[in-house]
């Protein structure tokens, strides 16, 4: 063969692989307004294996060589891949809460704090209001450390029917009581959308805890006030799934959302739960929203809070979340998890220093 044909044949292949490139970009082009197509029927789900077979088997009865059919559904496959990974990365660029979407990060003032401006930021408080006396007592040492926020819980979902469900909206009335007193700005957990307009009077920050991050009637709630949302991770779901619970909230108009890591169930037995503590660089690369930490739950043993703490902000969590008690030993949930004062103050100075 000369170089003349050999030069003829390379001219050829050029050409053919420009063919396919423009063909396999047409192909994306078509995937991508199938996907837009089954988003407006509410079908959100990309991949469909059923299409899949029945494209491949189409293929294969119009192979002629000389590629064997391995080879072709190979390729195909491949292309296939290509194709799912462009409508998910068309999906994520289109999420409200997205990186893509809004590259600068989102700052939330609450009370003088700043959450997602680049410093360490805290919320304390009990785990669950039990009396005016206890709650002043914590809001005494949280106000003695500078801090601005006072968490604690008025409505409680248990896992257990009979354990204490929480002093509901007498709960709140504490909250708001002793937070006013201290200079506070209140952070507890509403469990019913019916609950929420009646709790915006008292509350400052509303958390979605890990139970109800998937409560969509909630989030849609949430997302319809002027007020900010600490939305916890659910105890089952995976970093996407806590991400479009995000989304559910800022679709309808709230963007004021700070995400908390609390720890994953796995079948470790150790620890409560699994802190899943690289989901917090995954987050704030994924969103522009500010991520903290809760320490108590991810954990549930007090002895862990500072490690945890420490490793939380290390790895660039925007503040801490974590429980204290003036004597955990008596207290209607969770005691083991709680600090008291002594240890809240050996906590600060540690994890700050």
Do not use: W
Not at 66 to 74: D, G, Q, W
Not at 240 to 259: K, M, P, Q, T, V
């Amino acid at each position: 063969m000369s170089n003349k044909q050999l030069d003829q044949l390379r001219q050829e292949l050029d050409q053919v692989n420009l063919e396919i490139l423009d063909l396999i970009n047409k192909r994306a082009e078509l995937v991508q307004k199938s996907a837009q197509a089954k988003e407006k029927q509410g079908a959100n789900r990309s991949y469909d294996p059923v299409r899949e077979r029945d494209m491949l088997n189409l293929i294969k009865e119009n192979n002629k060589g000389p590629f064997e059919n391995a080879t072709i559904i190979h390729l195909f496959k491949e292309i296939f891949k290509a194709g799912l990974e462009l409508q998910e990365d068309n999906h994520s660029k289109a999420l409200l809460v997205s990186r893509k979407k809004k590259p600068e990060d989102t700052i939330i003032e609450i009370n003088g704090e700043k959450f997602g401006d680049g410093n360490q930021h805290f919320i304390f408080g009990p785990c669950a209001v039990e009396s005016y006396e206890q709650v002043a007592q914590v809001a005494e040492q949280v106000k003695k450390k500078g801090l601005k926020l006072l968490r604690g819980g008025a409505f409680k979902p248990r896992t257990s029917p009979y354990d204490f469900q929480g002093l509901g909206f007498e709960g709140l009335e504490i909250l708001k009581r002793v937070a006013d007193e201290y200079d506070l700005a209140v952070v507890s957990e509403i469990v019913n959308p019916a609950d929420l307009e009646k709790a915006l009077d008292y509350i400052d920050v509303i958390q979605i805890g890990a139970r109800n991050m998937q409560n969509f009637e909630l989030l849609k709630a949430a997302g319809e006030v002027n007020k900010p949302v600490l939305l916890k991770r659910g105890m089952s779901a995976t970093v996407a799934d806590f991400i479009n619970a995000a989304e559910y909230i800022n679709s309808r108009g709230n963007g004021n959302i700070i995400l908390c890591e609390r720890g994953i169930r796995t079948y470790e037995t150790s620890t409560r739960n699994t802190l899943d503590i690289t989901a917090v660089p995954i987050l704030k690369q994924e969103t522009h929203l500010p991520v903290m930490v809760d320490v108590t739950h991810s954990t549930g043993r007090r002895d862990l809070l500072i490690p945890a703490a420490k490793a939380a902000l290390a790895i660039g969590a925007d503040g801490v979340m974590a429980e204290v008690h003036p004597d955990p030993a008596v207290a209607l949930s969770d005691s083991a998890q709680q600090m008291d004062f002594e240890m809240f103050d050996r906590f600060m100075k540690e994890v700050k220093s």
